[in-house]
């Protein structure tokens, strides 16, 4: 590789600074970092930035990405700049208490494969410091990136106690580092120029960027090396301090950490071993999905900070010499203020078995998503939870609900549902006395051969941000299918309901034995049927009982097992329950005029009204009957004559037995019958008087019977 050379003159001496001969972004990487920001939280109330940082220092908003009510703090962009940002008073680090912190951090661009190739410098590093947040290293007029903006600095020369190198630090202290830039000068010249803590061998050669802690304040933090200038006459001795590297990881080249990706780090101490853990890279940042990571354990000495309370002040902070980068932080979990988590489970509900990683179910099984939502501790509640779920492919999803630990319940609207995402705010906030929510989701496997990825879920809220990644699996294309005979059936009351259909499969031959027909009613379960006999046919007839069915419509699920676990497809028959009855039966039939002395008919009058609903199952009949008593006067006289019924067939003379003047049978589409809305005026119920009828004012009754035929 071509390289360019820059000659500095620094205190006398001469530093050679190559340039890589290749193109990088000039604002580092910073547009880049900007515009894909994960999920974070806000800053503003939790965070303060540090008194001496520069102007460069700043909280931002992303450019672009998903992340949602998520800030940035952005610590340098540029060179010779030192910078921090620090806790707020009410957001400690408790060393009496188990701790999680959680954060996302991005390096920029300017890595490189190889050192010559490098040019991103020099980092960050997360800080826990007993004092406030205008502490500062004692640096005076000296700009060194190696410090990171915690470390003390070396630039006496001809020193060699540990102590004026960790006088300058911040003290009461402990840093985690994330070095970009290697500085391993160990030269006669370079002793005192504060560019040797990376020469460290304590832990091994340290070859690229990398990420280590120790205390910063403290003398053994720190080991002075003697360097001569190797001369015979006017030998000349000097030293140079390196840092004690503890708890090391390190990456394969120097695009470790500056490679224009975010980094997820989590940092985890157990208050009773003192033991903290620090795990690097346990996220994808595209995708938010769990991943190994590279991890470490050290042991905190919390006599290090000397706090009388055990609670300390913590945050980031950064700084850059000639080489620099854009550092940014967004923070996902912050200490002592919400410790949350989310896991899911996912149940194969037809086989009553987990969904581990790698299984297989087969298509039309039932399934059970379960997102749960635990408040471990906290100073606060876990306030405004939204879900964004990202559920997996290859289910169709019927129903979600959320319970929590108070017994409250609320039921999620899956017509949000958009592809495989789903966003829901959760009603409740969680907190001591509220402590867990459980989102459930039931769905049935596609019947077709597929593989299902992982899909990551998150849960935000104000105070934290949580993830929950769903198992990878295979769906198995099931063969097997169930065909009723029919998808509806009239049923009419106080009858129970027979449903049959043919149980079938395409690609082997069935037992009718081996084969059992499951069947929901309304949402309950019903007994299952199994059938019987070595044939196989699959034909199969389930009996719902007349006591389990309401009045109306009945949603009948239907689906079928062999003797493999196999599930067939779920068939819907709708059973409807009918009654019949009359819905009208109103008014007068009124008939006048004059006598002649012959036989006579006269057309009725009034406001006869007579209607009839038939809502039982096609093909079911009804007659209608009537019936009269003698008209008679005021004096009881009966009138010469009858009522009499005239249709297209026939008519005839009604009595007081009753006779069938109207015969129906249910098309399974119509259900309702207007008697009188299809009589004429010569049709229907008509008058007839003899010739000896003589003038009056007569009056009847008429019964009408409607009688529901045997079937």
Do not use: C
């Amino acid at each position: 590789m071509l390289m360019m050379i820059t000659v500095i003159l620094v205190s006398g001496w001469l530093m050679l600074k190559p340039q890589p001969a290749y193109a990088v972004d000039t604002d580092g990487g910073l547009a880049k970092g900007l515009a894909k920001v994960p999920q974070g939280l806000p800053l503003s109330k939790y965070f303060t930035i540090g008194t001496n940082s520069a102007k460069q220092v700043k909280v931002m908003a992303p450019t672009g990405g998903s992340a949602v009510n998520t800030e940035v703090v952005k610590l340098t962009d540029g060179g010779d700049q030192s910078a921090s940002i620090w806790s707020n008073d009410d957001f400690d680090f408790n060393l009496n208490a188990d701790q999680t912190a959680s954060m996302w951090l991005y390096f920029g661009t300017k890595g490189g494969t190889t050192a010559t190739a490098n040019s991103a410098g020099d980092g960050m590093a997360f800080v826990l410091q007993n004092g406030s947040t205008s502490v500062t290293p004692d640096y005076g007029t000296v700009s060194a990136g190696e410090t990171l903006g915690v470390w003390g600095v070396d630039t006496a020369g001809t020193n060699n106690l540990p102590a004026t190198v960790s006088g300058k630090a911040i003290p009461n202290s402990w840093a985690l580092e994330f070095d970009t830039y290697l500085n391993n000068t160990t030269t006669f010249d370079g002793t005192g120029q504060a560019s040797s803590f990376d020469a460290d061998t304590s832990g091994g050669t340290l070859a690229n960027p990398h990420i280590a802690s120790n205390y910063p304040g403290d003398a053994g933090s720190y080991t002075m090396q003697k360097k001569s200038n190797g001369a015979i006459f006017f030998p000349k001795t000097r030293y140079y301090a390196t840092l004690n590297h503890k708890g090391v990881l390190q990456g394969s080249d120097f695009r470790y950490l500056a490679d224009g990706n975010w980094h997820h780090l989590t940092i985890h101490y157990n208050h009773t071993t003192k033991a903290m853990t620090y795990t690097f890279n346990d996220k994808n940042p595209d995708t938010g999905v769990s991943q190994t990571g590279q991890s470490a354990t050290v042991t905190l000495d919390p006599t290090k900070f000397k706090s009388s309370t055990g609670k300390l002040r913590w945050g980031f902070t950064s700084s850059t010499g000639y080489y620099w980068e854009p550092n940014l932080v967004a923070f996902e979990k912050i200490p002592d203020l919400v410790n949350a988590d989310a896991t899911v489970t996912m149940t194969d509900v037809t086989k009553n078995k987990p969904i581990n990683a790698g299984d297989t179910i087969n298509g039309n099984d039932h399934v059970k998503l379960a997102y749960q939502l635990d408040y471990k501790s906290g100073s606060t509640d876990w306030e405004d939870i939204v879900a964004d779920l990202d559920l997996p492919t290859g289910l169709t999803y019927q129903s979600a609900k959320i319970d929590y630990t108070t017994g409250a319940s609320e039921t999620v609207d899956l017509s949000g549902l958009s592809g495989q995402e789903l966003s829901h705010k959760l009603g409740h906030a969680l907190n001591e006395g509220n402590h867990q929510a459980v989102l459930t989701l039931t769905g049935t496997a596609n019947n077709e051969t597929t593989s299902v990825d992982n899909a990551t879920s998150q849960f935000r809220g104000t105070q934290a941000v949580v993830q929950a990644t769903t198992n990878n699996f295979e769906i198995k294309q099931a063969d097997l299918k169930l065909t009723p005979t029919s998808d509806s059936q009239g049923v009419s009351s106080g009858q129970d309901a027979k449903v049959t259909g043919i149980i079938s499969a395409a690609n082997k031959t069935l037992v009718n034995n081996e084969l059992t027909v499951h069947a929901t009613l309304n949402g309950t379960a019903l007994a299952d049927t199994k059938l019987t006999g070595n044939g196989s046919d699959g034909a199969f007839t389930i009996t719902v009982p007349a006591a389990k069915l309401n009045n109306g419509a009945n949603t009948l699920a239907l689906s079928a097992s062999d003797a493999d676990g196999v599930t067939s497809n779920e068939a819907t028959v709708i059973l409807t329950v009918g009654s019949l009855q009359f819905t009208q039966v109103s008014g007068d039939a009124i008939f006048s005029g004059e006598l002649t002395g012959q036989t006579m008919a006269y057309q009725r009058n009034g406001n006869l009204d007579i209607q009839i609903s038939d809502t039982r199952r096609k093909g079911a009949e009804w007659q209608l009957l009537v019936s009269t008593t003698p008209l008679t006067d005021q004096t009881g006289k009966d009138l010469a004559g009858n009522l009499i019924y005239v249709s297209d067939n026939q008519t005839l003379t009604l009595s007081s037995a009753g006779q069938a003047v109207l015969t129906h049978v249910n098309t399974g589409s119509n259900i309702k019958t207007d008697v009188t809305s299809d009589w004429t005026a010569n049709q229907g119920l008509l008058l007839q008087t003899r010739s000896d009828a003589t003038p009056g004012q007569y009056t009847g009754e008429v019964t009408w019977t409607l009688q529901n035929t045997v079937e």
